[in-house]
């Protein structure tokens, strides 16, 4: 019997080499095939989906671009991938309310030029923001380096058009900053991943456009001076919009094999350092935060224009695209540490002698630690280097992940190391959300 006969306003994959590509992301989690993968056109098609999935016992997998990288649109046992990358839906702005409404199958970079149109901007910026879908950095509660300054995806989600377990399309939230009536029912489904319903559109808040940027190239001689820039700057009242830096290892690796820009990188550490507020490039601004950086800014370097920008940003961006060529069996995770603590962290990561090399987002503790030799590790030893490194990042006031989620990646160890409490609450959410199990079964718990 053919579980997706008929399906109404859909179109359904069910050839096997079709849907090989849908079995992974861009983590190094490869899934099952699905039974089939489903495009919906319209309402019809999910309101039936559900219908079916609830009837036959088969579980529905959200996908968008595919550009997550903790394995949470990866398919499990007895499911059908949902791709919502041609979901229908128009992109509208209004700068009255300064908030745009998009449906999740935007990418993020169209949602982004949408906003530039009207002098508008929508801050989250992940790595892949060029190539991802909305409906993926919603789901996921996306960051990137602008998160230093302007928080996460879900400090800019205004509403929710969310898809649930009745097979209905319901909004949670309103295009205002303030809707206090009861508690905020979208942002339980914002960094989700599906488990609990599908995003499929959202009312976004927007901010003025910056018009001006500050971007230093800031190397240093000896690497862990990096570690107590952020709480200095914070604490002198600079707040930069970014703050990246690469360590030593990563730094090395962009030197030996990156574009001829990154191969003349300084230092032996490295930090990009960026402000976008009213007057960042003014005589005043600059010379105070060079009086604050003190001796380890000698070497600081500024970019003149909007190409040399554009350069410099050009090499974090394809930072993680080199480290994958270069090593394809790595493992990025994206541990937290609060800014306080970050010396203690690489001291402890010294000590358990966990061959690893770090970049990302210094500015807010959330690290991309790379375990480039994963893919020549025995399993059993990298389960334990990745379960240390997760501990190690925990009994600092830290996360296992800052911004790409648990999904199936991370699904043991969040299970295993998380307060028990929190895992039976969001069970019980689950089966009140989801009583047939049917939303992404087997992500996150």
């Given amino acids: 019997m053919d579980i997706l006969r008929g399906l109404p306003e859909a179109t359904v994959i069910r050839d096997l080499n079709d849907l090989e590509p849908f079995r992974r992301d861009e983590s190094h989690v490869h899934g099952v095939a699905p039974l089939a993968v489903v495009k919906p056109h319209g309402a019809a098609a999910l309101r039936e989906l559900v219908r079916r999935a609830k009837l036959e016992g088969f579980g529905l997998v959200p996908r968008g671009a595919g550009t997550g990288k903790a394995g949470g649109c990866v398919p499990t046992e007895r499911t059908v991938v949902v791709d919502l990358s041609a979901w229908p839906g128009e992109m509208t702005v209004s700068p009255q309310d300064l908030c745009l409404h998009a449906p999740a199958s935007a990418l993020l970079r169209d949602v982004k030029a949408a906003a530039e149109a009207h002098g508008l901007f929508y801050p989250p910026d992940p790595n ?34 969310a898809l649930l377990e009745d097979g209905e399309i319901h909004t949670f939230g309103i295009s205002s900053v303030k809707a206090n009536a009861g508690p905020a029912l979208g942002q339980l489904l914002l960094g989700s991943e599906g488990i609990f319903g599908f995003i499929l559109g959202a009312t976004l808040r927007l901010t003025p456009l910056p018009r001006e ?12 001076d990096l570690l107590e820039l952020p709480g200095r700057l914070f604490g002198g009242g600079f707040l930069p919009s970014a703050f990246e830096f690469f360590d030593p290892a990563v730094l090395a ?3 030996a094999h990156g574009p001829e820009e990154a191969r003349r990188l300084p230092g032996e550490a490295l930090a990009i ?12 601004f600059l010379e105070g935060l060079l009086d604050l950086l003190g001796p380890v800014a000698d070497g600081l370097e500024i970019a003149a224009d909007v190409r040399q920008r554009q350069g410099i940003w050009a090499v974090r961006r394809m930072t993680s695209v080199l480290l994958k060529e270069r090593h394809p069996g790595k493992v990025s995770e994206d541990i937290v540490v609060p800014r306080s603590r970050l010396r203690e962290f690489f001291a402890g990561l010294d000590q ?94």
């Avoid at 409906?135 to 509403?159: E, F, I, Q, V």
């Avoid at 030799?373 to 006031?397: I, K, N, V, Y």
């Fill in 253 to 255: 690796e962009l030197r």
């Fill in 128 to 161: 892949s923001w060029e190539s991802c879908a909305l409906g993926g950095t919603l789901a996921t509660n996306a960051g990137g380096p602008n998160a230093c300054k302007y928080g996460m995806t879900r400090h800019w989600a205004l509403s929710l058009d």
């Fill in 273 to 284: 350092l960026e402000f976008d507020e009213r007057g960042c490039t003014s005589e005043p």
């Fill in 352 to 445: 358990l002698r966990i061959p690893a090399t770090t970049y990302g987002h210094l500015g807010d503790g959330n690290l991309h630690v790379n375990l480039l030799t994963a893919g020549e590790t025995d399993p059993a030893q990298l389960d334990r280097q990745l379960m240390d490194l997760f501990r190690l990042a925990l009994s600092l006031g830290g996360a296992l992940s800052g911004e790409h989620g648990i999904g199936l990646a991370k699904r043991e160890a969040f299970l295993a190391l998380s307060d028990p409490a929190q895992i039976r609450t969001l069970h019980a959410i689950k089966q009140a959300l989801d009583p047939h199990n049917i939303f992404n079964p087997g992500k996150v718990i």
């Fill in 213 to 224: 940027f500050a971007t230093l190239l800031l190397p240093v001689k000896h690497w862990e």
